[in-house]
């Protein structure tokens, strides 16, 4: 796909399907990141406290305890043992994320995804080259490396300079290290690594895809007959090796996007004028039938 033409994704489906239409899932997510941010900054910045904590752990109208399982893991390996209502927390979270998948995280809750969205947006804007691409692989090497580190320090060592946490400290106390590391992560994305941080790099994305792998909430091709080849959803999707074996099967060939790379972003959906992806469920494999054509008629 040329620069240009990736810079024009999504052209097709706003004149077929109308802006809002085009970038429905999009907007339902900055909506989403942007509710679970201020819920939890009421509290700093106007004194109502429905959520007291951060990402990492929170207690919503002093009941309900949510407890990121990452921490949680780094807290066990570092040899403490969490309360009972971190525990339970942490038990929730994983539940929720193991049924709705893991990387659901990355792209519907966490406060660095619209920072690297634009700074892939950008890139392809002013057409800049792919630029080096780590290896997928390296964000779980950095999982273990951060639980290694945990263990061997009694620390919970992520939290020491995870973007999220930081940039979350920034909102409330003001300028401090966590604007300069997000500042870091988007110039990365923009002009070092096309996805460079969420896809290739961080260690929280990868512990929720692994989290996820056998999620029910899943993104199908099921009219993959109707694709024109227009190109437009690998041109958006933050994982794009996620689509072609569901795009591309042929026949009995699930059409169901089953990596656990695939964030449920739904960007897929937006840009197809098509409507070839929909949300659906992993016990779903229907398949859509090509349409018949006139030799076809002829000969039945």
Known sequence: MSTASKAMAGREAIAVKGWLQAHKWLLLR???QT????????GPWFGLWLVKGTLAGSLTLGVLPLTDPFVTLQGLVAGHIPETTALIGA??????????GGRVYCSWVCPINP??????????????????????????WLMGTVLVVSALTGTIAWEIVNPITLLHRGLVFGIGFGWALVLGIFVFDLFVARHGWCGRLCPVGAFYGLLGQRSLLRVTARDRVACDDCMDCFAVCPENHVITPALR?????TPLIL????????????????DVFAFTHRFDTNVSEAPATPADTRAA
């Open 259 to 274: 990596s656990p790379d695939c964030t449920n972003c739904g960007r897929c959906i937006d840009v197809c004028s098509v």
């Open 91 to 100: 038990l929730i979270v994983l539940a929720v994320y193991a049924l709705i």
């Open 30 to 32: 900055r909506a989403s």
């Open 115 to 140: 920072v690297t969205d634009t700074a892939h947006w950008l890139h392809r804007r002013l057409g800049l080259a792919k630029g080096w691409q780590p290896k997928r692989s390296t964000r779980l």
């Open 35 to 42: 509710f679970f941010l201020l819920i939890f900054l009421l």
């Open 249 to 253: 099967g042929k026949g009995s060939d």
